[in-house]
């Protein structure tokens, strides 16, 4: 499955970067749009090729369209792009409307099929000028219609009409959401017994659900704050993640895209030095909070009562293991107050499961390299360090 992988990475990277990247060019010539094209895809680390370029005006079609990232031999061949609606806004082309062809793949038994793929209001800045941001996706919207993925015939997995928007710009924050408006996840062909027979006393061989996001950036202080990603699956629960950060700048991202680069092409080589600088680019992140939280429907009970059933017991029963177990597995933390708060948390979830939050509130801004490093050295300070809470029923 690993050439499988490096293909649906190439895919997926494709696929986005078609959907996403700025493409600066002169409305006038489809020629330049192209070359300017190719650019910015060679910034986001994709080599990108086509067979002809056609069109003029507002209208422009790239033919036989094939992407490949550093250190795979093989591209992705995509398929035509109509550029539509093109025009001009000072020195920046507006794309109205970016649209891909219906896509299919497969490889080793998987087959993944994506449709109704467009970009709308996609930004052109001219890449000669010394702007950071001319490295960085800026549109309106992006839409993908379907995706499917089936294995050996079957479909193991659908998306259905997944939509984000993004606002603001010159001098303001951007502000970015997105939703999926259902997806699908078939588990009846799970192999290990006992999850198969646990997943179908909770009635789960297929999830079904929502994804829900939304966040502003400040390019500028390099904040990035991811206000909501929910996943809600129905008949279960949603699981919601928050997080702040500072220091993800334009220079930050173009800094890391290198690496990342430099570490595809060295792949299977001494890849120290390009270490040494993911840890240097780490120490520019700094962490100012988080969230993971789990909304109940019906999944804890559901999981209680699927334990009861295996020992012969009461749901209340198990409830009741679980809170005598928690305090003497937190112990090797060595932090009593966090293990009082945590299962008093634990305990009310238990006893009337509505939702639970782990909550990460710094009392100054954290580095990521110095919080792997006392993940690595000191894993009991963490706690303390990043300020973790627990709260139940909130």
């Known amino acids: 499955m690993t050439h499988f992988k490096s293909r649906l990475g190439t895919l997926a990277t494709a696929g986005l970067l078609a959907a996403l990247a700025p493409l600066p060019a002169f409305a006038q010539s489809a020629d330049e749009v192209a070359a300017r094209l190719k650019a910015m895809f060679e910034k986001q680390g994709v080599q990108a090729t086509w067979d ?37 806004d000072g020195e920046t082309i507006v794309i109205g409307t970016l649209s891909m062809p219906t896509y299919s793949f497969s490889s080793e038994g998987v087959e993944i099929d994506m449709s109704d793929m467009s970009i709308s209001g996609l930004r052109l800045p001219p890449q000669d000028m010394a702007d950071p941001m001319n490295e960085i996706a800026v549109y309106d919207s992006a839409d993908i219609g379907s995706l499917n993925v089936s294995y050996g015939g079957m479909d193991v997995f659908t998306l259905q009409q997944l939509h984000t928007e993004m606002t603001g710009g010159d001098g303001t924050p ?14 009846s062909a799970v192999e290990d017994p006992k999850t198969k027979a646990a997943l179908a006393s909770a009635g789960y061989e297929t999830l079904e659900g929502t994804v829900e996001m939304a966040g502003t950036w400040e390019p500028e202080s390099g904040r990035l704050a991811l206000d909501q990603y929910d996943i809600s699956i129905d008949n279960a629960g949603t699981l919601g993640l928050t997080f702040e950060i500072t220091g993800y700048t334009p220079q930050f991202i173009a800094a890391l895209r290198e690496t990342q680069a430099k570490m595809a092409e060295t792949e299977g080589q001494d890849q120290s030095a390009q270490g040494m600088a993911m840890l240097g ?15 109940d429907d019906t999944l804890t009970r559901k999981v209680l009562q699927y334990f009861a059933d295996q020992q012969g017991a009461k749901p209340a029963d198990i409830a009741n293991q679980a809170k005598a177990v928690l305090p003497f597995a937190m112990m090797q933390i060595g932090n009593p107050a966090l293990t009082t708060e945590v299962s008093a948390a634990v305990n009310a979830f238990l006893d009337n499961p509505e939702s639970l939050e782990i909550r990460v509130a710094p009392a100054n801004p954290l580095p990521f390299a110095m919080i792997a490093a006392s993940a690595m050295t000191a894993p009991q300070s963490l706690p303390q360090q990043l300020g973790v809470g627990v709260a139940a029923n909130e």
């Open 281 to 295: 680019l780490m120490q520019q992140l700094n962490l100012h909070g988080a969230t993971l939280r789990f909304d």
């Open 52 to 88: 002809n370029v056609s069109g003029s005006g507002s209208s422009v079609m790239l033919q036989g369209v094939a992407m490949s990232v550093p250190g795979e031999e093989e591209g992705v061949q995509i398929g035509d792009l109509d550029l539509e609606n093109v025009s001009q």
């Open 174 to 187: 951007y502000a970015f959401s997105g939703a999926a408006e259902r997806f699908s996840a078939d588990l």
